[in-house]
């Protein structure tokens, strides 16, 4: 079903057309509504036992006027409130200079595959069963080992509509599975966790449980190893790691700003052939899928990086502007309350042609890192990644021999995909960000050990 055919069905907590109309009486020259509605039900487990089961309906309205030749912005979360454009247009006289305007009618996307019934109708009961059979396979694994569970489905909507005439509107569903496991020793502490999301019910429960099992077998023998130079295997979860300092360069007002090193080498050749990255908004079922970007703008499929070469940056309407260009529909919001700015919605590397498997079949002496902690603290725009390995694996001779501890991963991410992409998995996953991404090995790793 697409975003379109339930339009009609939309029940919107505020009065778009009322609050452009009341920007344009208290003398705004421009203004944007975007509203967004989303009722979630999480069923959560903790410590081997039901924590807590609750549904939550909330709405968010946020303004965007220019008045005066400046920006002004607000929100309210109060339905039907009006009072919001008051507030944008007393924050008007102490905003920016509105250096961008806002989205003109043009027509969307009314195919993507955004919508599934079955998520709506997800009964309570087969949530908590899936939660419950999760937090049981893990806690079955030995004694004292706490499983825990987080079983979710949300449906939710967004429309935007500016006083230039743009009025759009998209209805989404989701659902969220996280697993995890945690054993606390004296002188040792497990915790693994799987994670699955997606827009429809089209998980694999037998698959989660097998890979819980999996993890939690090769984390139960904890193995030395030595610091040096290494292939490293990073799991689809680490791997968000290595494409975050890539995204963080073709941000666009990282771009304005100066601070992305890219900014005048579009269609350069930066990376190996093998490194094609897109940024996907059509994606069938995709988990940011979406026909517009949260400024009203159509979106579409475009290569960010294509066998190498830089092809594009992502643009938000205010980046647009600035480097003379249009937007790309790339300006989202992190939450409803904030600003949108430049961001990606389904990152997509495309794979290999190898699978996950026998890529680690290949490797003599090497790491598989599941995942990395504190990587996000470096500095982006330098590609230089650099974290501890929260989970991972020690490989030897083709095979996962057990847990590594105290192990710091060190990559110069731009050089690594460049020189040292030996092959990208065949299988993609989705990340807690939304993105899809395959295994990623590298070669001459960095792996520093604790003395």
Same mark, same amino acid.
């Given at each position: 079903?697409?975003?379109?055919?339930?339009?009609?069905? #939309?029940?919107?907590?505020?009065?778009?057309?009322?609050?452009? @109309?009341?920007?344009?009486?208290?003398?705004?020259?421009?203004?944007?509504?975007?509203? #967004?509605?989303?009722? #979630?039900?999480?069923?959560?487990?903790? *410590?081997?036992?039901?924590?807590?089961?609750?549904?939550?309906?909330?709405?968010?309205?946020?303004?965007?006027?220019?008045?005066?030749?400046?920006?002004?912005?607000?929100?309210?979360?109060?339905?039907?409130?009006?009072?919001?454009?008051?507030?944008?247009?007393?924050?008007?006289?102490?905003?920016?200079?509105?250096?961008?305007?806002?989205?003109?009618?043009?027509?969307?996307?009314?195919?993507?595959?955004?919508?599934?019934?079955?998520?709506?109708?997800?009964?309570?009961?087969?949530?908590?069963?899936?939660?419950?059979?999760?937090?049981?396979?893990?806690?079955?694994?030995?004694?004292?080992?706490?499983?825990?569970?987080?079983?979710?489905?949300?449906?939710?909507?967004?429309?935007?509509?500016?006083?230039?005439?743009?009025?759009?509107?998209?209805? !989404?569903?989701?659902?969220?599975?996280?697993?995890?496991?945690?054993?606390?020793?004296?002188?040792?502490?497990?915790?693994?966790?799987? $994670?699955?999301?997606?827009?429809?019910?089209?998980?694999?429960?037998?698959?989660?449980?097998?890979?819980?099992?999996?993890?939690?077998?090769?984390?139960?023998?904890?193995?030395?190893?030595?610091?040096?130079?290494?292939?490293?295997?990073?799991?689809?979860?680490?791997?968000?790691?290595?494409?975050?300092?890539?995204?963080?360069?073709? @941000?666009?007002?990282?771009?304005?700003?100066?601070?992305?090193?890219?900014?005048?080498?579009?269609?350069?050749?930066? $990376?190996?052939?093998?490194?094609?990255?897109?940024?996907?908004?059509?994606?069938?079922?995709?988990?940011?899928?979406?026909?517009? @970007?949260?400024?009203?703008?159509?979106?579409?499929?475009?290569?960010?990086?294509?066998?190498?070469?830089?092809?594009? $940056?992502?643009?938000?309407?205010?980046?647009?502007?600035?480097?003379?260009?249009?937007?790309?529909?790339?300006?989202?919001?992190?939450?409803?309350?904030?600003?949108?700015?430049?961001?990606?919605?389904?990152?997509?590397?495309?794979?290999?042609?190898?699978?996950?498997?026998?890529?680690?079949?290949?490797?003599?002496?090497?790491?598989?890192?599941?995942?990395?902690?504190?990587?996000?603290?470096?500095?982006?725009?330098?590609?230089?990644?650099?974290? *501890?390995?929260?989970?991972?694996?020690?490989?030897?001779?083709?095979?996962?021999?057990?847990?590594?501890?105290?192990?710091?991963?060190?990559?110069?991410?731009?050089?690594? $995909?460049?020189? !040292?992409?030996?092959?990208?998995?065949?299988?993609?996953?989705?990340?807690?960000?939304?993105?899809?991404?395959?295994?990623?090995?590298? @070669?001459?790793?960095?792996?520093? #050990?604790?003395?």
């Amino acid at each position: 079903m697409t975003a379109r055919a339930r339009e009609g069905k #939309t029940a919107f907590a505020f009065d778009a057309e009322a609050l452009l @109309d009341k920007a344009r009486r208290l003398g705004c020259s421009e203004a944007e509504v975007f509203e #967004t509605g989303v009722v #979630t039900t999480p069923v959560s487990f903790e *410590n081997n036992r039901l924590k807590s089961v609750q549904t939550a309906e909330t709405a968010v309205a946020a303004v965007r006027v220019v008045k005066d030749g400046r920006l002004g912005f607000a929100t309210s979360s109060r339905s039907g409130d009006t009072e919001v454009v008051e507030m944008a247009v007393r924050a008007a006289a102490f905003g920016p200079e509105a250096a961008l305007s806002f989205a003109t009618p043009s027509p969307v996307r009314t195919d993507l595959e955004t919508y599934d019934e079955a998520v709506v109708d997800w009964p309570l009961e087969e949530m908590l069963s899936v939660g419950e059979e999760l937090t049981d396979h893990i806690r079955s694994f030995e004694e004292g080992v706490l499983g825990g569970a987080t079983v979710e489905k949300h449906r939710a909507y967004v429309r935007v509509a500016t006083s230039a005439g743009q009025d759009v509107v998209t209805d !989404g569903t989701g659902y969220y599975l996280l697993a995890s496991g945690e054993l606390v020793e004296p002188d040792n502490m497990i915790h693994i966790f799987r $994670f699955k999301a997606g827009r429809r019910l089209d998980f694999d429960l037998e698959a989660m449980k097998s890979d819980l099992s999996r993890m939690f077998r090769h984390a139960r023998h904890n193995v030395p190893f030595r610091g040096g130079r290494y292939p490293v295997v990073f799991s689809p979860m680490a791997a968000m790691d290595l494409i975050s300092p890539v995204a963080a360069c073709v @941000d666009g007002m990282a771009v304005v700003k100066g601070e992305s090193p890219w900014r005048d080498k579009v269609g350069e050749k930066l $990376f190996a052939d093998e490194f094609t990255l897109h940024d996907d908004p059509t994606l069938p079922w995709g988990v940011h899928t979406t026909p517009f @970007d949260d400024e009203g703008v159509p979106t579409r499929k475009r290569a960010i990086i294509d066998r190498g070469v830089l092809k594009d $940056f992502l643009l938000d309407l205010r980046s647009g502007k600035a480097l003379g260009r249009a937007s790309t529909g790339n300006g989202y919001r992190a939450v409803p309350q904030a600003m949108p700015a430049p961001r990606a919605s389904n990152l997509v590397l495309e794979p290999g042609k190898t699978p996950a498997a026998d890529l680690i079949a290949e490797i003599k002496e090497g790491l598989l890192v599941e995942r990395l902690m504190g990587a996000w603290a470096g500095n982006p725009y330098a590609g230089q990644v650099s974290g *501890n390995v929260h989970i991972g694996f020690k490989i030897e001779n083709g095979e996962v021999t057990g847990r590594v501890k105290d192990c710091m991963v060190s990559v110069s991410v731009f050089e690594a $995909f460049k020189t !040292g992409l030996v092959a990208l998995g065949r299988e993609l996953e989705v990340t807690p960000d939304g993105a899809l991404l395959p295994h990623i090995l590298l @070669d001459g790793v960095s792996v520093s #050990t604790k003395a």
